[in-house]
């Protein structure tokens, strides 16, 4: 209900009672998170992994504690450590591990993590698009564009992944292809795929060629 202090109250009362295991000092974690005090939300994470190390969600509840604080070496140390300690660790502690680094702007370092984190769970595509953005802001565009092809193969979400193609092949001035990909992403239902191939359109019209220009605003309103 929103009601942390209580919650605190009756956690802390069934540990006084004896109920000494790792549900009730997540749940303390979780509260005294939520709450902002982070020296206690620490102390209970650690003594929910201490009574369970394959807790992950306490591991995350304590890698975020560091982060709340700023300190993201410590939350980068705590996710490494989980993965020694637990076979549970799975492709999200490669994905957070990814966003710690990224805020350091260790971009290499945060670009491996991603890697690494595709290659246990190659369905996520927001994970597949945030790496593809990551490959565009160091100028490698053709590894972010393997990377969305790559994700086809899975049949998740391939409207997003057509469209980011588009844009990648928008800003490379490589309007055929680009109009190709945003068109695909129409036809599955995506606005953005519409509003890509306006653009591609726009820029014909621009350029002074009105009869291409026209022939892609049929291909939308038709869907062709």
């Known amino acids: 209900a929103g009601d942390c202090g209580l919650a605190i109250t009756m956690y802390g009362r069934a540990v006084e009672l004896g109920e000494d295991n790792d549900h009730i000092h997540y749940a303390l974690?979780?509260?005294?998170?939520?709450?902002?005090?982070f020296a206690l939300?620490?102390?209970?994470?650690?003594?929910?992994l201490y009574l369970n190390p394959d807790r992950m969600d306490a591991w995350f509840g304590l890698a975020e504690t560091y982060e709340r604080l700023g300190d993201y070496e410590m939350a980068i140390k705590t996710l490494k450590k989980a993965m020694d300690e637990t076979a549970l660790a799975g492709a999200d502690v490669h994905f957070t591990l990814s966003y710690y680094y990224s805020k350091l702007d260790s971009t290499k370092k945060s670009t491996v993590e991603m890697e690494n984190g595709l290659l246990m769970?190659?369905?996520n595509v927001q994970a597949r698009r945030y790496l593809a953005?990551?490959?565009?802001?160091t100028d490698a565009p053709?590894?972010?564009?393997?990377t969305l092809q790559e994700g086809f193969r899975y049949k998740k979400d391939v409207d997003?992944?057509?469209?980011?193609?588009?844009?990648?092949?928008?800003?490379?001035?490589?309007?055929?292809?680009?109009?190709e990909e945003f068109m695909t992403a129409w036809k599955l239902g995506n606005?953005?795929?519409r509003v890509g191939a306006e653009n591609?359109?726009?820029i014909w019209y621009n350029a002074g060629d009105e009869q291409q220009a026209n022939t892609v605003y049929k291909r939308i309103l038709e869907k062709n």
């Not at 053709?142 to 393997?146: S, T």
């Not at 997003?160 to 109009?179: M, P, S, T, W």
């Open 200 to 202: 591609v359109g726009n």
């Open 142 to 146: 053709w590894m972010a564009v393997f």
């Open 121 to 123: 769970d190659p369905e």
């Open 191 to 193: 606005s953005q795929g």
């Open 133 to 137: 953005q990551v490959y565009l802001k």
């Open 160 to 179: 997003a992944l057509h469209v980011d193609l588009g844009q990648i092949y928008f800003d490379q001035k490589r309007y055929d292809e680009a109009l």
């Open 41 to 48: 939300a620490q102390r209970h994470f650690e003594r929910a």
């Open 29 to 37: 974690g979780e509260s005294y998170l939520k709450m902002r005090d």
